[in-house]
């Protein structure tokens, strides 16, 4: 049995419905399991991760555990000590690249996610660390734009990253969980090839089929509605990442390739499989 946090998520998700392919019993936690609508198959569970008393529930019979650590916020001890006392013995982390050799500590994207490392490394439990970089999904916070039109308002046009689907980062995450050799291993995951903000607008116009231009902003016009997925006092963080990668060289590894045996999927199929995130009316 492994046990997902974080469930309903894009990566959980993908993680569940790749566990559930390879024939693992999955525990899927979620704070509303009747609108998780998740994977058939799947042991959809509510979780309150503030409820200590109701935490051992959630690792009974379990022998894995996906921290999703966006899902889990500050309680990556208490769900530790807990899944420890139930019996499981391997851990998989979602991290962040901002973590790395030498990276600043007292940058709050980098100390929010170390903190959850030292936490799991010192676990005593088996541990593998996923670290990856910019996340396709990110990306959906331009969808409202390309509904509305053909382009799309933002800040630093020329940032080159190279995003990575959610699908890549779970099936890494399914070869942690279910194979061998991956013991203190840390995983840095991006897609295989770098292109700029630009760039990838118009790959999503393409999926969409139509042409779809990004027009650059200065930066103090970016306010919080433009990046909905950064959490609270991060942004300035996150914009000084963003004015960075207009003139460094971003990472690129193979290591999505290295662990699963496949190529990492590019933009362009990442844009491809969410057309309809880019087009559907929200509700």
């Known amino acids: 049995m492994i046990v997902v946090t974080g469930a309903s998520g894009n990566v959980g998700r993908s993680l569940v419905s790749q566990l559930l392919a390879e024939g693992a019993p999955v525990r899927a936690l979620t704070r509303d399991p009747g609108r998780a609508a ?19 529930a959630l690792f009974a019979g379990a022998t894995g555990l996906f921290l999703n650590l966006s899902a889990v916020h500050g309680r990556v001890p208490d769900l530790l000590a807990a899944a420890t006392a139930a019996g499981v013995t391997r851990v998989v982390l979602l991290s962040s690249g901002a973590v790395d050799e030498g990276a600043d500590e007292s940058h709050p994207v980098v100390a929010h996610h170390l903190a959850a490392e030292r936490a799991v490394t010192a676990s005593g439990l088996r541990w593998t660390l996923l670290r990856p970089n910019a996340f396709a999904t990110n990306s959906f916070q331009w969808a409202p734009q390309v509904r509305a039109g053909n382009t799309v308002r933002g800040p630093f046009a020329g940032a080159r990253t190279a995003p990575i689907h959610e699908a890549d980062i779970a099936a890494v995450a399914v070869r942690a969980l279910l194979g061998d050799g991956h013991h203190a291993a840390v995983y840095r995951l991006t897609g295989p090839e770098a292109s700029t903000t630009s760039e990838q607008i118009a790959l999503i116009g393409a999926a969409v089929g139509r042409p779809v231009t990004f027009t650059e902003i200065p930066r103090d016009e970016v306010d919080r509605d433009l990046f909905p997925h950064v959490p609270p006092g991060m942004l300035e963080a996150i914009l000084d990442a963003f004015a960075a990668a207009v003139t460094a060289e971003p990472e690129v590894t193979t290591t999505v390739a290295e662990v699963t045996g496949r190529p990492a999927h590019t933009f362009a199929r990442w844009a491809t499989d969410h057309a309809a995130d880019f087009t559907a009316p929200t509700t």
């Not at 058939?40 to 051992?56: H, I, K, S, Y």
């Open 38 to 56: 998740l994977p058939a198959g799947a042991e959809a569970v509510r979780a309150d991760f503030a409820d200590r008393a109701g935490l051992p």
